[in-house]
C-alpha cells in the first residue's frame, strides 16, 4: 500500500514515459480492468512546464505554471509611476520614472534656477533658453531633483500627521516640549490672552490657559493661542539676538516676526532681522542656530565656506541642529 502512494506521487510531478520498445513487441498488458485507452485518458496531466519556468531560491525543481503567470506581469504594470505636481504648474517633464509638474516663470537672468519647497519644483529661467533647453538642464540635475521632492513630501506628510486639532486639551510642541491648551472662561491668570504654567506632576509638559469659553470655535482657539506665541517668540528672539550679536561682533536694528511657510529667517545689510515665530515649536539649541545664522549674515552676505565658519564660531554644532530642523517639520496649523 505505501509502495502504490509513493508511486503515485512520484506519478504526479514526474509521469511515466511509455516503453516504446515494450508496446512495439506486445509488452505488458494493461492492469486489469482497465484498458489501454483508459490508461492514456488516466495519465497525469505534467503541473510542471519546464519550458517557461525558472527554479525558485529555496525551492528544489520549477514553479507551478500558475506561479509562474502570477508572476508574470511586469513590475512596471503593477505599480503607478511617482507624480509630483506643483500648484502653479504650466509644464511637465518624464525625470527618471517621474513625473515632475513644475511651475515654469520666465524672468530676467543669465542661468536657470530652480527650487524645492513644499509646494514642488518651481524654475526661473531667462526668456532665451528654449522649452527643451530648460527640460534638458531639469533632467541632468533629475537625481537631485527627485530626491529633494520625495524629502518634501515626506516632510508634508509626517506635518500633516502632527495637525493640531483646535479644542480644549489640544496639545502642540513649544520649545521642543509638547503643551497641552486648556480653556480658562474665568480668566483665571495673570497676564494677555493667556498664560503658560509650568507641568504639574504627573502631567506631560506645561500647559497654555487660554481665556476663551469651552463653546469657543476652533478658529477662535487657533488665533489666540497663535497671538500669544508671537509675542512669546519676539520675547524669546530678543533675547537670544542680544546674546549672539556681540559675540559676532555685529549691531542688529530691528526684528520682524514672519508667517512663510517654507522660510525661518532672513536678514538685510541694514541690520534688520526677520524670524519665523513657528520656530518656537523647536528646542532652544536649534531656535539659537537660527538667529546664529541671520546674524552671521550681518558680517557675510552669502553662505560661503566663511559663511559657516562665522557660524560655527557661535553654533560649532550647527550641521547637526541644521539638519534637524529640516527633518522635524513643524505642526500644520489650518
Not at 531667462?126 to 524629502?151: C, N, Q
Not at 549691531?251 to 518656537?280: E, H, P, V, Y
Request: with cysteine; hydrophobic share 45%; glycine share 8%.
Amino acid at each position: 500500500m505505501m509502495q502504490r502512494l509513493v508511486q503515485l506521487a512520484l506519478d504526479l510531478f514526474d509521469p511515466p514515459v511509455p516503453d516504446r520498445t515494450a508496446s512495439a513487441a506486445g509488452g505488458a498488458p494493461a492492469p486489469s480492468g482497465s484498458s489501454a485507452q483508459e490508461n492514456k485518458s488516466e495519465r497525469p496531466v505534467p503541473l510542471i512546464d519546464k519550458a517557461h519556468s525558472a527554479p525558485e531560491a529555496g525551492v528544489k525543481g520549477p514553479l507551478p505554471v500558475a506561479s509562474a503567470v502570477l508572476a508574470a506581469p511586469a513590475l512596471s504594470s503593477l505599480l503607478s509611476p511617482a507624480e509630483f505636481r506643483h500648484p502653479q504648474a504650466n509644464r511637465e517633464v518624464l525625470l527618471g520614472d517621474a513625473v515632475v509638474a513644475y511651475a515654469l516663470q520666465r524672468v530676467r537672468r543669465r542661468s536657470i534656477g530652480f527650487t524645492v519647497g513644499v509646494d514642488g519644483l518651481a524654475v526661473r529661467a531667462p526668456t532665451w533658453v528654449t522649452l527643451p533647453a530648460v527640460d534638458a538642464a531639469l533632467r541632468e540635475k533629475s537625481g537631485w531633483i527627485l530626491r529633494k521632492l520625495d524629502e518634501a513630501r515626506t516632510r508634508q506628510q509626517r506635518s500633516e500627521g502632527g495637525r493640531i486639532t483646535w479644542a480644549h486639551g489640544a496639545q502642540l510642541p513649544y520649545l521642543g516640549e509638547p503643551l497641552t491648551v486648556v480653556l480658562d472662561p474665568t480668566h483665571g491668570f495673570a497676564g494677555k490672552g493667556g498664560a503658560l504654567h509650568p507641568a504639574c506632576e504627573g502631567a506631560t509638559g506645561a500647559s497654555l490657559r487660554i481665556g476663551l469659553p469651552h463653546s469657543a470655535s476652533p478658529a477662535q482657539i487657533r488665533d489666540a493661542v497663535q497671538a500669544w506665541l508671537m509675542r512669546d517668540a519676539r520675547r524669546h528672539f530678543t533675547t537670544r539676538l542680544d546674546h549672539f550679536a556681540p559675540l559676532l561682533d555685529v549691531r542688529w536694528t530691528s526684528l520682524r516676526l514672519s508667517s512663510a511657510q517654507t522660510r525661518w529667517g532672513s536678514a538685510k545689510a541694514d541690520g534688520s532681522i526677520r524670524l519665523n515665530w513657528r520656530l518656537l515649536h523647536y528646542r532652544p539649541a536649534i531656535i539659537d542656530y537660527v538667529v546664529a545664522h541671520e546674524l552671521a549674515h550681518l558680517r557675510v552676505m552669502d553662505h560661503s565656506p566663511r559663511f559657516w565658519g562665522t557660524v560655527a564660531t557661535v553654533v560649532p554644532d550647527y550641521p547637526v541642529l541644521r539638519h534637524a530642523l529640516r527633518e522635524q517639520p513643524a505642526p500644520l496649523w489650518e
